[in-house]
């Protein structure tokens, strides 16, 4: 079964309001295995929403249709949603008792409007909604299927889970299972290039995606039963990993910072961050994962160069012969920042997050990470996109920093 | 000028990528007066890419296109934009050049699927591209304005404010001023009945919005010219702030970090910070501003009881009498960070960020903030709720910390 998203409001089109609510539909008709292939909005405005019906119809045998369900003047989705289809609305009375307890439960009185809240197309089956005042509808009509729901979020949800899961699940042949692998200094075109074979594949079907400027690879696939879906990832994933399993870092919801975090706790260490260009930016993150105080200890933002050599005692000379940007004093920071905090492991970071402060010598992006064990050390020098704004910079700094921090500490 | 958004991508279909990229775009068309009366979403499958394109030529003269130029094989909305308009693509010499400069700048060779990036249809205008390797373009064909993007937020914006708004200001007829004024500290049902009459108001329009679990003030004015469309506005600024002027502290893209740096360089101040609760959070915020050297010297991470007492000094008494999230630790890290780093302001915080470490004296949200300066100081604690996960309990606290030290050099 072909399904299409259509969701109304003119705060949508003027960029008010981000459309999370295709997102959460898209997601949860993925999870059934029934295809979205498009999605579209229109504003509050009956013509346009007729307009926009007629287009998805033509493309979909599921249409469902969001937001313009309120009380209000502008919100005209259900009677423009009977008009397309050439039939009435007709009052329910057990809805418009439910809207009167919602406002007597709140000791309110009904408003005048809320009325226009109990009108339905005949034949239409109305959709209860526990969380507000705005019911909706499955209909079938034309051989078409239209659910309509509110675009209030915690309502659709709410909706979506005590009613329109369970009407869907009966038009679902098959379960999907999607997986994300995570990778780390290759570039989308190598990674690309890499997989263009298993990109092939049907199913499951092998997908590179971008997010936060490294590469994700996404696996769906499809299948009867669960463990039948699992089973087709499992392989497909061992193939990716055989051919990048030296940039492959995590799964899904995975994060860098939670990635180290497994690995300190694991092997009992812990981590002193000295930061500088990235202001506090890679403590914040470690700090994001619960029960990282069992590895963090004492950080230091040494942003002047007096905090560098008086708090972190790197040693005036290299700051005077190299910079505070430079090789040699990431390596101090790192070394310094794990001597004074007594941990296992220290990580120095100093570079240039701009917009000023670049030269052609040490341009905006130059960064210096160090990382300092008892035994071994490391610095490395990174090159960001000077076109970044400072706040991306730092943020992919900062994410480079922790996966250096990952590896070190993998074979530590 | 009637305008439509088509964004490609299979990733937003399956609702694993929020269409943000429409919300930017949406909020620029409004700005420049252009409507926009539809958003679309297609698949990375040539039928459906064109088939969404025809929709769009058919009730729209200016058509925003994103997605699906990335260098892999399942980017192909040039080409499908191409096919539907019966052109070729044709190889961009000076655009190759580029891709070229790209990849070489960061010492790595050119992979052989970059070439597709630098393929147009003909007569089509190139939109550089300085942060990534996919180029767009202005392309009028049949009547219509075709301008394609990349699907990289990053790139789009950069591209968008470097070349499209430039493009697209000759067709604005009118032009339609929006205004954000945020506020902390009232709630969002308050702050709506204290401005309940002023949003029956049509010119400007006035809504409430909540960001970030504080409330925002959206002034939409519209008008020939941009000054009179901005004495609309001012005027209804003027009637609100008369209310609720004590909550008001920025507008539009305004951060508390940023109001609390343009206090901090007008007076010539400078601030440190000593975190726990919030784990570098704070700094990293602040830091996030251009120009925050000037300010920031040296800031700590105390984390464990060691690092507060050994490095920063405070009492061991005072958190052995009082536990390290209490009212005088926090006085005492303020203190301790304003006079080790040797600045103007001190700020600390302590607090409980969960999900673990709460009893039921000390819930999980509890937080204590210290402002010191040389001549005067404060405590604050504060509650957040315990329901919220680690990271929205920092960000949270954080926003908190920032909007009382912006309220403490104001007045400093």
Known sequence: MKAEILCIGTELLLGDTVNT???????????????????????????????????????????????????????????SVAEYFNKELVFNEESYQKIEEFFSS?????????????????????????????????????????????????????????????????????????RFMKFFGIPEG???????????????????????????????????????????IKNMEKQILDRLGEFFWGYDEDTLEKAVGEILIRKNLTVAVAESCTGGLISSKLTDVPGSSSYTKLNFITYSNEAKIKTLKVSPDLIKGYGAVSEPVAREMAEKARKISKTDIGLGITGIAGPAGGTSEKPVGLVYIGISADNREEVHKININPAFTRKVIKCRASRYALNLLRLFISKT
């Open 21 to 79: 609510n295709a997102t959460y539909i898209s997601q949860k008709l993925a999870k059934l295995g029934l295809d979205c292939f498009y999605h579209s909005v229109a504003g509050d405005n009956s013509q346009k929403i007729k307009s926009a019906i007629d287009v998805a119809v033509k493309r979909a045998e599921l249409i469902i249709i969001t937001g313009g369900l309120g009380p209000t003047d502008d919100d005209i989705t259900m009677q």
């Open 190 to 232: 190598t990674l690309g290039q890499e997989i263009k074979d298993l990109m092939e594949s049907d199913n499951p079907t092998v997908a590179p995606l971008i997010s936060e400027g490294q590469p994700d690879i996404r696996i769906v696939a499809k299948a009867k039963t669960k463990q039948e879906a699992e089973n087709l």
């Open 106 to 178: 709140r000791n309110r009185e009904i408003p005048q409007k809320a009325k226009k809240q109990a009108y339905f197309p005949e034949n239409a089956k109305v959709i209860a909604n526990p969380a507000g005042t705005a019911p909706g509808i499955f209909w079938e009509i034309e051989n078409r299927h239209i659910i309509v729901l509110p675009g209030v979020p915690g309502e659709l949800h709410k909706m979506w889970e005590d009613s329109v899961q369970n009407y869907l699940e009966k038009f679902s042949k098959y379960v999907l299972v999607k």
